[in-house]
C-alpha cells in the first residue's frame, strides 16, 4: 500500500521560506506526476505545483517564481521549497501522486503565513 507523509509544515511570517518533504513508502520511480495541492479555509483545493518522472514541472500562477517542486528518486522523496511567503499562502498542503489510474494522498501539512 502507498503511504505518502508530509513534513516541513509551520508558521512563518511573511516573506519567509519553508520546505515541505513528501516521502513516499516505496520507490517514487513509478509514480507520474508528483505534486503538491493546497487546500485553505471554505476553499476548494487546487494545485500548487507537478513534477513528472523526467522532471518537467508546472506551477499555479500565483506561485510561480516563488515556489519550487523538485523530486530526489534515491530518497523517495519530493520537496516543495516555498520563498517569499504571503498570508494567502496559509492552507493544508497535500502530496499527491499518481501511479497508472490511481491517485495516491498524504495526510496533509499545515502551513500558516502571518502578515
Known amino acids: 500500500q502507498v503511504q505518502l507523509v508530509e513534513s516541513g509544515g509551520g508558521l512563518v511570517q511573511a516573506g519567509g521560506s519553508l520546505r515541505l518533504s513528501c516521502a513516499a513508502s516505496?520507490?517514487?520511480?513509478?509514480?507520474?506526476?508528483m505534486g503538491w495541492y493546497r487546500q485553505a479555509p471554505g476553499k476548494q483545493r487546487e494545485l500548487v505545483a507537478t513534477?513528472?518522472?523526467?522532471?518537467?514541472?508546472n506551477y499555479a500562477g500565483s506561485v510561480k517564481g516563488r515556489f519550487t517542486i523538485s523530486r530526489d528518486s534515491a530518497k523517495n522523496t519530493v520537496y516543495l521549497q516555498m520563498n517569499s511567503l504571503k498570508p494567502e499562502d496559509t492552507a493544508v498542503y497535500y502530496c499527491?501522486?499518481?501511479?497508472?489510474?490511481?491517485?495516491?494522498w498524504g495526510q496533509g501539512t499545515q502551513v500558516t503565513v502571518s502578515s
Open positions: 499527491t501522486a499518481r501511479r497508472l489510474w490511481s491517485d495516491y
Open positions: 516505496g520507490s517514487i520511480f513509478s509514480f507520474n506526476p
Open positions: 513534477v513528472t518522472s523526467d522532471g518537467n514541472e
